[in-house]
Structures are given as C-alpha cells and as structure tokens.
C-alpha cells in the first residue's frame, strides 16, 4: 500500500473512531459532543449578560419573594429523575433490552412534558402578576427580560429533547432505530438538564 | 457507550440520583436559611459544579471516554464561561458606581 493510501485509510479510521482518533468515538457522537458545546456556550452568554445586568443593577428583586420556590424545586426534581430514567435507557440499549428501553424512553418524556406544563404554569402566574418582556412590578426590567430568554430558550430546548425522545422511542419500538442513536437522544437529553442545573443555581437561588 | 460503562447496572444512576437530589434539597434549605451572602453563594456555586459534574460524568458518560474528550468538553464549557463572565463582571461593577447627573 503507498503512503497516500495508507494516510488516507487512516484518516477515514479515525474519523470513524476506530483508531486513533483524539476522542475515541464515532463521528455522529463526536457531532453530538461538537453542538453540545456550542450550545452550551450560548446558554454561557445568557447567564454572562444575566451576570452583567445584575452586578451593575443597585438593587435586584429576591426571588424567594417573587417566585414559589418549591415548584422551582419540583421542577429540578423532574428534570433530574428523567435525565436518570433516560441514562437508563441507554443502558438498556446497550444490552439490548427492547421493551425496557420504550418503557425509560416514554417515562423521560414524560418528565419533560411535566416539566413544560409547570414551566407554562410558572409563566402564567409570572405574567398575571404584571411581568412583562421589559417591565415588572419588582423593579429592573431586565430581570423580567432574563427570566423570559434564559427560560424560554431552555424551555425551547426541552420541548425539542422532548420531540426527539417520542420519535426515538416510535423508531425504536418498530426496530428502526440503533442502540448509538438512543445515546445520542440521551445526551441531548442530559444536556438539557445540566443547562437547567446553571439556571436554577444562578437565576433562582443566588 | 465506550469502555467501561458497560461493565456498570443501574445501580450507579440511581446513586448519582440520589446525589443529585441531595444537593438540590440541601441548596432550596440552604437557599431560605439565615446564612451569610458570601457563604451562602460559594456553596451554592460549588454545589452547582458539584452536580454538574456528576450529571456529565455519569449520565453523559464522560467519565467512561477518552480524558481528551472529557477535557476538551469540560474544560471549554467551564474556562470559556468563567472569561466571559470575568472579561466583563468589571465593567458591569464600574457602572453600578457612576452616578448620573
């Protein structure tokens, strides 16, 4: 084999994960991994400008004061237990355990749709009390402004890990769908929850 | 999933469950007990990282990769973040301090 040859099989491994590449996985994870990221890092500039306009605002509303803290905390609670139920899927896919798989699938989805119609109720109650996109009754604009964006676009991103786990979990159920393909679903889905873990913290208890 | 992880059941996400459920209560008392600001922020923010890390390294397999994926993933997110907020949490403060006419 010449060298050219050799080089380029070696490339095409690589990007298949087969040998050596850098991260060891499959260009479709690698993918994955590669959005994960860069998502992540609009969610970094969300809560960077929510940083921003809190240290130069002289006084902020406290939340225990605005928001009901223990939907709050339910809403953590579900998110947290789907993203278990959903690492178990994988799991089961990985051993290939048909129907265990639908039945973790369907109940992580079911944790993300909970999650949306607390986060709407949490919303209407928010509204009805006189918040709006650039005004409140508790002082900073931006803090009603923030609280839309950063939950909106997160809630965005549940409704859309939601989507993917019913078509998952449809595909899977008629055998269309691989074990790599509910990992990926997964890690969708995990990325979600570690995206909240910041705007819980951040937004609703500091 | 890659090396390692399958040689685990389910017991380790139940265990990372717990831990995270741990955390999250302990921040909401924490959250409504009298605590000083300072302390009760860097808990937080350590709790914070705390579950973040368990939720990448568990539920997103991280720990069962490559360290160079781990690292790049990680590293990135967080370092990235931190100079971002860092570059302009001065100005935000140098503002606060104006005042108008």
Redesign the interface.
Known sequence: MSDAAQITESAELSWRGETSSPFGVHWNKLMMWVFIVTDGLLFAGFLGGYGFARLSSPQWPDQLEVFHIGVIGLMTFILISSSATMAMAVRAASRGERTVVVRFLLMTLAGGLLFLGMQAYEWTGFIREGARLFSNPWGPPQFSSYFFVITGFHGSHVLTGATILAITAARWSKGRSSAEGIELAGLYWHFVDLVWVFIFTLFYLV | ??KG??E???GV??R??LV??AL??M??FL??ASVSRPVL?SI??I??LV??SV??A????LRF??L??AL??GV??LV??AI??FF??P???R??RISFP
């Not at chain 2, 568990?58 to 397999?61: A, E, L, P, S």
Request: negative net charge.
């Open positions: 999933m890659t992880s399958s685990t059941g389910y996400y139940w990372a469950w995270l459920l999250t209560l921040m909401i959250d409504q922020v937080l923010l709790a914070m579950k973040a939720i990448g568990y539920f997103m397999h990769e490559k160079s994926l790049v993933v990135g997110l990235t973040g971002l907020f302009i949490a100005d935000a403060v503002i606060s």
